[in-house]
């Protein structure tokens, strides 16, 4: 893309209800605009680096066997009422009616529909396990939406369902799901650690949230970094294999990592004090084991192997896609702007033509564009330097690959990583293998 053809509209200053940094830079680099309170709308870059994070955690999902379905926003009042969920949930749910008085609400989450989906096409132990995923946009009537994408009203969500036959197979799956987001937020660049989370009244140890740590972060956080240091995409698990999956799941639970509302005192006193971590934490995913209670209270069965009847038991799964670029950035940005992990950047690099219309740097710039139209974002503005160093370090891409004309006569130019400021002045060939 080139910069001057762009939609990417950047701002000096940004309103005063912005209070913190990824709010303010996502509106400065022009990623996203708010249409009302809590709703935005993503402009181009930003548009980019939401689907950048979808595609990794579909891979992810995917790799663990779980399969993409895509439910509507709009559900029928009557399905929650089956569950019993539709009094009991407040006013965070946004309840609507159409031209024949009857009642739909936009999802705050997928329950209810993917019981019914389920319930209806699946009527054998044989169909299981099955884990379904989709990734679709959310409403939920919050009240303080703040910090722009972070709590939002509209929100994009992954969430997946699993379903099994019995406990054992429930575990499994939930641990599986453990893998795969570990993994997912590796891919990402972000730190995120899984942490004991609410069970609700089913009790038991299968609920977790994952945190990125960020000092703006709601909830405050304690961990062993241990956590921190394990390299999840490095590690093979065979997800069909039962002792696999217990071995990779105590090796993380083994470790103590909660949020302050599970904080146990004993517990952190036997973590040793050089590995003991606190902090706060952003929430970006939420894994739950809940058993039976949204097959039973639908009246949802399947038939087991001697005929008799079940209700199989069930998992959900979220991942909050659109806070997770808000998080990111909470989590890797500077004075001068955004930092973004290679994995999720809108563009590989920015090309800096310091001189356009100097005819060996416009030469050099359109040869490194050429090369890759697609993932540069190619600065050809009649701009001072300056202007062009500034937004560059506020967009955040991993590289620039600044072109001047003294470089540019020997057909060199100078790259720089916005992560560390290191610079290279290399070759046009060298620089772009650099880059990948
Ligand atoms: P929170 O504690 O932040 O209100 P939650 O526990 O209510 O989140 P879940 O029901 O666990 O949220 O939903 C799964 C994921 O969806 C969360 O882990 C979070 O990343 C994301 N999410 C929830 N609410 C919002 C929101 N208002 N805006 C953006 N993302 C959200
Ligand atoms: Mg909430
Ligand atoms: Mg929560
Ligand atoms: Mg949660």
Known sequence: MRLSKAFQPTLKEVPAEAQIASHRLMLRAGLVRQTSSGIYAWLPAGLRVL???????????????????????????????????????????????????????????????????????????????????????????????????????????KDAYSFDADYQGAVNSYRRMMLSYLRIFQRLGVRAVPMVADTGPIGGDLSHEFLVLAPTGESGVFFDAALEEQDWLGRPVDCDNEEDLAAFFSSVTDHYAATDEKHDEAAWAEVPDDRKREGRGIEVGHIFYFGTKYTESMGIEVSGADGTKFSPHMGSYGVGVSRLVGAIIEASHDDAGIIWPDSVAPYKAAILNLRPGDEACDAICEEIYGADPENFMYDDRSERAGVKFNDADLMGHPWQIIVGPRGAKEGKVELKRRADGERFELPVAEALAKIG
Request: glycine share 8%; net charge neutral; charged share 30%.
């Open 51 to 157: 689907r950048n994070i979808e595609q990794i955690i579909r891979e992810e999902q995917d790799t663990i066997g779980a399969q993409e379905v895509l439910m509507p926003t709009l559900q029928s009042a009557d399905l929650w009422r089956r569950s019993g969920r539709y009094d009991a949930y407040g006013p965070e749910m946004l309840r609507i009616q159409d031209r024949h008085g009857r009642e739909l609400l936009y999802g705050p989450t997928n329950e209810e529909m993917i019981t019914d989906i389920f319930g209806s096409s699946v009527s054998s132990y044989k169909q299981l396990p099955k884990a379904l995923y989709h990734i679709q946009w959310k409403f939920r009537d919050e009240v303080r939406p703040r910090f722009g994408v972070m709590r939002g009203r509209e929100f994009l969500m």
